[in-house]
């Protein structure tokens, strides 16, 4: 069983719907990542957040809105999606030392996400 | 900046026989190095992770792995493959105090019975 926990597993939507993924972790990790990955692909970073405030934006475009409301949990809020943005989204959490480098992340188990 | 290469895109291996699967690494310092697995319409299930010590590092579910520095690489190896083991395998990087993963394109292994 993943100790970090995404919802929902499956979505569908809309090119004009707003929806949001969301992600929790209790393991008191204190940096949380977004991922995007298309079939047969290795996973491509998007988003970084250490201690609750963003640190990496991978030049992801703005209808995808991340969000750290507290030390446990991370939203991904969609809006405007193309079909291009269709994928399995994943969520990370690993602790943060001084040897930041040092530290495995732990990965959920997705959100598949298909917009029509 | 690093990268991390996986030449081999897809492998089959039947079961019971041993499995190698390659990774190569570039950079200029010791990296800290990772092999993750990944199943079907699961997330990524970390197998093993060298940071320093002993080359040898031992993993989950019977892998193995070992960083070779003179040839930049960090092979995992199992001896007796299963049948459960069939699966997309990724060796990644992240160097320093970097916090981002670097991930090789990735190896499918596929088991016959």
């Known amino acids: ?92 959490s690993s602790p943060l030392s001084i040897l930041l480098g040092n530290q495995p992340q732990h990965f959920g188990d997705g959100t598949r996400l298909s917009i029509l | 900046a690093q990268s991390v290469t996986q030449p081999d895109i897809h492998i089959t291996v039947s079961e019971g026989a041993s499995l190698e699967l390659r990774c190569n690494y570039s950079y200029g310092a010791t990296p800290y190095l990772f092999w993750y697995v990944q199943s079907p319409g699961q997330g990524l299930q970390l197998l093993l992770k060298y940071f320093s010590g002993d080359t040898l590092v031992q993993g989950i579910k019977g892998f193995e792995a070992e960083f070779k520095r003179s040839q930049s690489s960090f092979n995992l190896r199992k001896p007796s493959v299963h049948w459960s083991d069939a699966a997309e395998y990724f060796c990644a990087v992240k160097t320093g105090t970097a916090s981002k993963l670097t991930f090789g394109t990735g190896t499918r292994l596929q088991v016959t019975l």
């Open chain 1, 1 to 92: 069983d993943t100790e970090v926990t995404q919802t929902p597993k499956h979505l569908v939507m809309g090119m004009t719907n707003k929806k949001s993924l969301k992600c929790e972790q209790h393991m008191g990790h204190r940096a949380m990542y977004w991922y995007k990955q298309k079939a047969k692909k290795p996973p491509e970073l998007m988003f970084v957040y250490s201690y609750e405030k963003l640190s990496i934006n991978e030049s992801v475009p703005s209808r995808f809105s991340p969000e750290c409301p507290n030390s446990s949990l991370l939203n991904l809020h969609l809006h405007a999606l193309q079909p291009e943005d269709s994928a399995l989204y994943l969520c990370a």
